[in-house]
């Protein structure tokens, strides 16, 4: 505790470097605070059109039968919906928290690569410009899903390049945000820091930011691939050329797994930061966790062709996947009963951050439970491409993923903006949220296992009651964003009259060195960095402190 | 909890709400699990099911259990202040190899019966399956029986997108309409979307081996009674099998995302006894070899007739009234008059081309072109003709319908929508093959 003062002595003279004015202030910026601000809105605008494209595809199969949409522009409103939410929401949401506070936790300035941090941002917007355009062409959006299967993504009218350019642009957008971070978290921590002291969601990053340069290249590959096939008259995918549309699905999904848990592995971060705070406990098993995440990092590299057991593989392969993929569950199960562990005996209280992280860790549970049954291959063989796989993935990505992001934003924006949010309609927001969201995704269980398949605007009669719930309980989750939506604005603009003069530490049982400067953060912390007291990390590390402090210095 | 009454009130009202919305608006009950299914293997998958189900609804029991009772008793409000243990090897130890040892209980089992999902050898028959945008061939390989299995034209007809936007009050009145629900429900006696012109027939107590492949992207053959998904590929010849126990009318779907009409290629499978199902092929041996060239007005037949429930019995005669349809005499020679054309036509039409080129003719472009005043439409009917019966580009052949089929179709398209290029007969499609 005796280095707080230090830590603000380093602002002493913010008034100097403050941003520019205007709009050029966004465009111009190289701040990790700005683009992590940029990132974020970002992520919370696609958030808004991928949910309306949601609500567009639950109004049309709140009933059987087609009312709103023809079925090729329903294909266009999924297809648009994961791309957008995947790579528009969820992705860019990590890389704005990424920003904001991983230098923050680990005592340094800036990113270490903070031009190439503005470039990644700005290629965004046109990225998604170019996608979402892609709906006012001829012949639509594309519609092949998002996984981009050949032949059938080979379809594709004239919207096909503005795909595969704009995943290739979203690719080279993660990979500066995935190589920034790994070289800031290796290379920029404050002295006194050792790898094995540095906060969980720093340790999931650096995680995650492996996985997205080892993938998203392959990505940009098996995209390009498709490219040729269209236009250079390649046969990478085609049969009747002597290509094999099977490889692609391997390639696709040898990206596609590590995938998941890049859009997964940050929120473990986040929820292993806010259950200590507000059980006022340390982590239980910090090592074991960041080994469990390590481990899961490393099994999604050989799982792959889960997602692909009904293609006809050989057994031996069946038989590999599906062991490799129930191994997930270990590592998984170790996570949950480390938090389970933490909230034990503990002193809770319950402010929204740790209401959404104790639900992600009820509801991201029931979505491994879930994926281990899908693991079971021969079993594997009738969900595979139902809603049961849809409520598997939605329950994993949404109170799982989104409220991880959800609880992120609640913990730490009155140290962004020095104002505190309503807590009353957080806890309004969160309620709602968390009933809606099993609304919509607990009954598609029932309509996959009954035997609707994924995919289709119109279904028989008889899944018609899990249709209805699933609709209501998707439009409730809509609206009921709105007030999250408002609370937060409401902190960064100071609305109905919401006054700054926080103190540093915003939670009493809050550790970390984000905790020791001022709110609202100053644009530029930590230019001379900290010495770390072990106090202020996760409090538990005592015994090999002194010696990994000698080792830094 | 302090949940705050706001919190409470807002709660509270947002699950009545839905619970009456709800309420207004769920009708029948469909089933909320998998089948069990017919097959000694379907069985096993769904006991497999619920062996995983049930394990982890322990492990669900003991792990929220204690959180429930940690955030219950361990609060700060009760006075609770935090213990200080943080880590524990034994227990991560323990903990790790806990869910190992559970896994590997579930594993044996599951690879038992995977890879008897997985042995093809000795089958007693063969069947085809050739996937289409958007149909199924059959194909009962060395018995010379083949023919194209569609959504009927009942259910096609209903399903069709009036062209009502998301803006349309219309549309919303529609979604909302209890008639509109029961209308549906009537369709095709009941098995709106699972119902096609020409079943698979299957013998019961026979082990049936399927060869799986596709014409054009991929999709996927699925009848959950029977525990078969496997996708149909092209340039792929997957394998599969099913032994079905119980004769009965099993319905399955397309289970792999291929294009406009991935949602209405259902697949119907009726398992009839070996005596029945012997008498249905000879039958069909007997007519002409596909049941698919029957005239178009079959698979009206078919849909009017009493549909059976999935889990129905079979009527044994069912199948053998939709076969007999199929072999009518030759058609081909006869002279036809324009109205019959035109009213073949459009039947032929509803079955084989609204998907792509709408019933409007007007297409989806630039993927299916329009057919009002184009360039084939308007051309030599010789060209016409032969585009129909050997595709192009993405366009499948249509060799398959018989030669007045062709003739009828040819004529509604060029007699349709405005376009004027006079009629074709029979005869003329003959010469043309």
């Given at each position: 505790?005796?280095?707080?003062?230090?830590?603000?002595?380093?602002?002493?003279?913010?008034?100097?470097?403050?941003?520019?004015?205007?709009?050029?202030?966004?465009?111009?910026?190289?701040?990790h605070?700005?683009?992590?601000?940029?990132?974020?809105?970002?992520?919370?605008?696609m958030?808004?059109?991928?949910?309306?494209?949601?609500?567009?595809?639950?109004?049309?199969?709140?009933?059987?039968?087609?009312?709103?949409?023809d079925?090729?522009?329903?294909?266009?409103?999924?297809?648009?919906?994961?791309?957008?939410?995947?790579?528009?929401?969820?992705?860019?949401?990590?890389?704005?928290?990424?920003?904001?506070?991983?230098?923050?936790?680990?005592?340094?300035?800036?990113?270490?690569?903070?031009?190439?941090?503005?470039?990644?941002?700005?290629?965004?917007?046109?990225?998604?410009?170019?996608?979402?355009?892609?709906?006012?062409?001829?012949?639509g959006?594309?519609?092949?899903?998002?996984?981009?299967?050949?032949?059938?993504?080979l379809?594709?009218?004239?919207?096909?390049?503005?795909?595969?350019?704009?995943?290739?642009?979203?690719?080279?957008?993660?990979?500066?945000?995935?190589?920034?971070?790994?070289?800031?978290?290796?290379?920029?921590?404050?002295?006194g820091?050792?790898?094995?002291?540095?906060?969980?969601?720093?340790?999931?990053?650096?995680?995650?930011?492996?996985?997205?340069?080892?993938?998203?290249?392959?990505?940009a590959?098996?995209?390009?691939?498709?490219?040729?096939?269209?236009?250079?008259?390649?046969?990478?995918?085609?049969a009747?050329g002597?290509?094999?549309?099977?490889?692609?699905?391997?390639?696709?999904?040898?990206?596609?797994?590590?995938?998941?848990y890049?859009?997964?592995?940050?929120?473990?971060?986040?929820?292993?930061?806010?259950?200590?705070?507000?059980?006022?406990?340390?982590?239980?098993?910090?090592?074991?966790?960041?080994?469990?995440?390590?481990?899961?990092?490393?099994?999604?590299?050989?799982?792959?062709?889960?997602?692909?057991?009904?293609v006809?593989?050989?057994?031996?392969?069946?038989?590999?996947?599906?062991f490799?993929?129930?191994?997930?569950?270990?590592?998984?199960?170790?996570k949950?009963?480390?938090?389970?562990?933490?909230?034990?005996?503990?002193?809770?209280?319950?402010?929204?951050?740790?209401?959404?992280?104790?639900?992600?860790?009820?509801l991201?549970?029931?979505?491994?439970?879930?994926?281990?049954?899908?693991?079971?291959?021969?079993?594997?063989?009738?969900?595979?491409?139902?809603?049961?796989?849809?409520?598997?993935?939605?329950?994993?990505?949404?109170?799982?993923?989104?409220?991880?992001?959800?609880?992120?934003?609640?913990?730490?924006?009155?140290?962004?903006?020095?104002?505190?949010?309503?807590e009353?309609?957080?806890?309004i927001?969160?309620?709602?949220?968390a009933?809606?969201?099993?609304?919509?995704?607990?009954?598609?269980?029932?309509a996959?296992?009954?035997?609707?398949?994924?995919?289709?605007?119109?279904?028989?009669?008889q899944?018609?009651?899990?249709?209805?719930?699933?609709?209501?309980?998707?439009?409730?989750?809509f609206?009921?964003?709105?007030?999250?939506?408002?609370?937060?604005?409401?902190?960064?603009?100071?609305?109905?009259?919401?006054?700054?003069?926080?103190?540093?530490?915003?939670?009493?049982?809050?550790h970390?060195?984000?905790?020791?400067?001022?709110?609202?953060?100053?644009?530029?912390?930590?230019?001379?960095?900290?010495?770390?007291?072990?106090?202020?990390?996760?409090?538990?590390h005592?015994?090999?402190?002194?010696?990994?402090?000698?080792?830094?210095? | 909890?302090?949940?705050?009454?706001?919190?409470?009130?807002?709660?509270?009202?947002s699950?009545?709400?839905?619970?009456?919305?709800?309420?207004?608006?769920?009708?029948?009950?469909?089933?909320?699990?998998?089948?069990?299914?017919?097959?000694?293997?379907?069985?096993?998958?769904?006991?497999?099911?619920?062996?995983?189900?049930?394990?982890?609804?322990?492990?669900?029991?003991?792990?929220?259990?204690?959180?429930?009772?940690?955030?219950?008793?361990?609060?700060?409000?009760?006075?609770?202040?935090?213990?200080?243990?943080?880590?524990?090897?034994?227990?991560?130890?323990?903990?790790?190899?806990?869910?190992?040892?559970?896994?590997?209980?579930?594993?044996i089992?599951?690879?038992?019966?995977?890879?008897?999902?997985?042995?093809?050898?000795?089958?007693?028959?063969?069947?085809?399956?050739?996937?289409?945008?958007w149909?199924?061939?059959?194909?009962?390989?060395?018995?010379?029986?083949?023919?194209?299995?569609?959504?009927?034209?009942?259910?096609?007809?209903?399903?069709?997108?009036?062209?009502?936007?998301?803006?349309?009050?219309?549309?919303?009145?529609?979604?909302?309409?209890?008639?509109?629900?029961?209308?549906?429900?009537?369709?095709?006696?009941?098995?709106?979307?699972?119902?096609?012109?020409?079943?698979?027939?299957?013998?019961?107590?026979?082990?049936?081996?399927?060869?799986?492949?596709?014409?054009?992207?991929?999709?996927?053959?699925?009848?959950?009674?029977?525990?078969?998904?496997?996708?149909?590929?092209?340039?792929?010849?997957?394998?599969?099998?099913?032994?079905?126990?119980?004769?009965?009318?099993?319905?399955?779907?397309?289970?792999?995302?291929?294009?406009?009409?991935?949602?209405?290629?259902?697949?119907?499978?009726?398992?009839?006894?070996?005596?029945?199902?012997?008498?249905?092929?000879?039958?069909?041996?007997?007519?002409?070899?596909?049941?698919?060239?029957?005239?178009?007005?079959?698979?009206?037949?078919?849909?009017?007739?009493?549909?059976?429930?999935?889990?129905?019995?079979?009527?044994?005669?069912?199948?053998?009234?939709?076969?007999?349809?199929?072999?009518?005499?030759?058609?081909?020679?006869?002279?036809?008059?324009?109205?019959?054309?035109?009213?073949?036509?459009?039947?032929?039409?509803?079955?084989?081309?609204?998907?792509?080129?709408?019933?409007?003719?007007?297409?989806?472009?630039?993927?299916?072109?329009?057919?009002?005043?184009?360039?084939?439409?308007k051309?030599?009917?010789?060209?016409?003709?032969?585009?129909?019966?050997?595709?192009?580009?993405?366009?499948?052949?249509?060799?398959?319908?018989?030669?007045?089929?062709?003739?009828?179709?040819?004529?509604y398209?060029?007699?349709s929508?405005?376009?004027?290029?006079?009629?074709?007969?029979?005869?003329?499609?003959?010469?043309?093959?």
């Amino acid at each position: 505790m005796a280095h707080h003062d230090h830590a603000h002595d380093d602002h002493a003279h913010d008034e100097h470097h403050g941003p520019e004015k205007g709009i050029m202030r966004w465009i111009k910026t190289t701040n990790h605070k700005d683009l992590g601000t940029l990132y974020l809105f970002f992520a919370f605008t696609m958030f808004f059109i991928g949910g309306l494209m949601s609500l567009v595809i639950r109004a049309e199969l709140f009933h059987p039968g087609l009312q709103f949409v023809d079925p090729e522009f329903f294909n266009q409103m999924t297809t648009m919906h994961a791309l957008v939410m995947i790579f528009g929401g969820v992705m860019p949401a990590w890389v704005g928290l990424a920003n904001w506070m991983v230098p923050m936790m680990i005592g340094c300035s800036d990113l270490a690569l903070p031009r190439i941090n503005n470039w990644g941002f700005w290629i965004l917007p046109f990225a998604f410009t170019m996608l979402l355009g892609t709906l006012f062409m001829e012949g639509g959006a594309p519609a092949g899903g998002w996984t981009m299967y050949p032949p059938l993504v080979l379809q594709t009218g004239n919207a096909f390049p503005f795909l595969i350019f704009a995943v290739h642009l979203m690719g080279i957008s993660s990979i500066t945000g995935a190589i920034n971070v790994a070289v800031t978290i290796l290379n920029m921590r404050a002295p006194g820091m050792s790898l094995l002291k540095m906060p969980l969601f720093v340790w999931t990053w650096l995680i995650t930011a492996y996985l997205l340069i080892a993938v998203m290249p392959v990505l940009a590959g098996a995209v390009t691939m498709l490219l040729t096939d269209k236009y250079f008259l390649t046969s990478f995918f085609t049969a009747s050329g002597g290509g094999d549309p099977v490889m692609f699905q391997h390639i696709f999904w040898f990206f596609g797994h590590p995938e998941v848990y890049i859009l997964i592995l940050p929120a473990f971060g986040i929820v292993s930061t806010i259950i200590p705070t507000f059980a006022r406990k340390a982590l239980f098993g910090y090592d074991s966790m960041v080994y469990a995440v390590a481990s899961i990092a490393f099994l999604s590299f050989i799982v792959w062709a889960h997602h692909m057991f009904t293609v006809g593989m050989p057994l031996a392969g069946e038989l590999f996947f599906m062991f490799a993929t129930m191994l997930i569950a270990v590592p998984t199960g170790v996570k949950v009963f480390n938090w389970v562990a933490t909230m034990w005996k503990g002193s809770m209280t319950f402010e929204s951050p740790m209401l959404f992280a104790l639900a992600f860790v009820f509801l991201f549970t029931i979505g491994g439970f879930s994926g281990l049954m899908l693991a079971i291959t021969p079993v594997d063989f009738q969900y595979h491409d139902t809603y049961f796989v849809v409520a598997h993935f939605h329950y994993v990505l949404v109170p799982g993923a989104v409220f991880a992001i959800l609880a992120g934003v609640y913990y730490w924006i009155p140290k962004w903006t020095g104002r505190m949010y309503s807590e009353k309609w957080g806890k309004i927001h969160f309620w709602l949220s968390a009933i809606f969201i099993n609304i919509t995704f607990f009954p598609q269980h029932f309509a996959g296992l009954a035997g609707m398949q994924r995919r289709v605007p119109d279904y028989a009669v008889q899944f018609v009651d899990w249709n209805v719930w699933s609709t209501i309980g998707a439009f409730g989750f809509f609206l009921a964003q709105f007030i999250f939506i408002f609370n937060m604005l409401a902190c960064c603009y100071g609305w109905f009259g919401r006054k700054q003069g926080l103190p540093d530490r915003v939670w009493e049982g809050a550790h970390g060195l984000e905790w020791t400067v001022p709110s609202p953060a100053p644009y530029h912390t930590f230019e001379v960095p900290p010495v770390v007291s072990d106090n202020e990390l996760t409090a538990t590390h005592d015994a090999v402190d002194a010696l990994d402090k000698h080792k830094l210095s | 909890m302090k949940m705050g009454r706001l919190a409470r009130i807002a709660a509270g009202t947002s699950l009545a709400l839905a619970a009456f919305v709800a309420q207004a608006y769920t009708e029948t009950s469909g089933g909320y699990n998998l089948p069990t299914g017919v097959t000694d293997l379907s069985k096993e998958v769904h006991s497999l099911h619920m062996l995983i189900f049930w394990i982890c609804v322990a492990i669900g029991t003991v792990v929220f259990g204690l959180m429930i009772y940690s955030i219950v008793k361990h609060r700060k409000s009760k006075g609770h202040k935090p213990a200080d243990f943080h880590e524990s090897t034994l227990v991560e130890i323990l903990w790790t190899a806990a869910p190992f040892i559970i896994l590997i209980g579930m594993a044996i089992p599951a690879a038992g019966t995977l890879i008897k999902m997985e042995d093809t050898r000795n089958a007693d028959m063969t069947v085809k399956i050739t996937g289409y945008q958007w149909k199924w061939e059959y194909e009962y390989l060395g018995e010379g029986v083949k023919y194209y299995s569609t959504l009927t034209a009942e259910s096609n007809a209903a399903r069709q997108h009036d062209g009502n936007g998301l803006l349309s009050g219309a549309a919303w009145a529609k979604t909302f309409s209890k008639a509109e629900l029961e209308r549906l429900k009537n369709v095709d006696g009941g098995n709106y979307l699972v119902n096609v012109d020409n079943e698979l027939v299957l013998p019961v107590g026979k082990k049936v081996r399927f060869l799986i492949t596709s014409n054009d992207v991929i999709h996927a053959w699925w009848v959950p009674e029977i525990a078969v998904k496997k996708d149909a590929i092209p340039g792929y010849v997957n394998e599969t099998w099913a032994k079905i126990n119980t004769p009965g009318v099993y319905r399955g779907v397309c289970a792999e995302l291929c294009g406009r009409d991935h949602g209405f290629m259902p697949i119907v499978v009726r398992a009839l006894p070996e005596a029945e199902y012997n008498a249905w092929l000879a039958k069909q041996k007997g007519g002409e070899p596909a049941a698919a060239a029957a005239p178009a007005a079959a698979p009206i037949e078919v849909a009017t007739a009493p549909a059976t429930t999935a889990t129905d019995a079979a009527p044994a005669a069912a199948p053998v009234e939709v076969a007999a349809a199929a072999p009518a005499a030759p058609a081909a020679a006869k002279e036809l008059s324009k109205d019959e054309l035109m009213k073949k036509g459009e039947q032929v039409y509803t079955a084989n081309c609204s998907a792509c080129h709408q019933p409007t003719g007007k297409g989806l472009p630039p993927n299916f072109p329009s057919l009002v005043g184009s360039k084939v439409v308007k051309g030599a009917a010789m060209d016409h003709i032969k585009q129909t019966l050997n595709g192009k580009g993405m366009m499948p052949p249509f060799k398959h319908l018989s030669d007045l089929d062709v003739a009828a179709v040819v004529t509604y398209q060029r007699n349709s929508w405005g376009n004027s290029s006079g009629v074709v007969q029979p005869a003329a499609v003959a010469a043309a093959r």
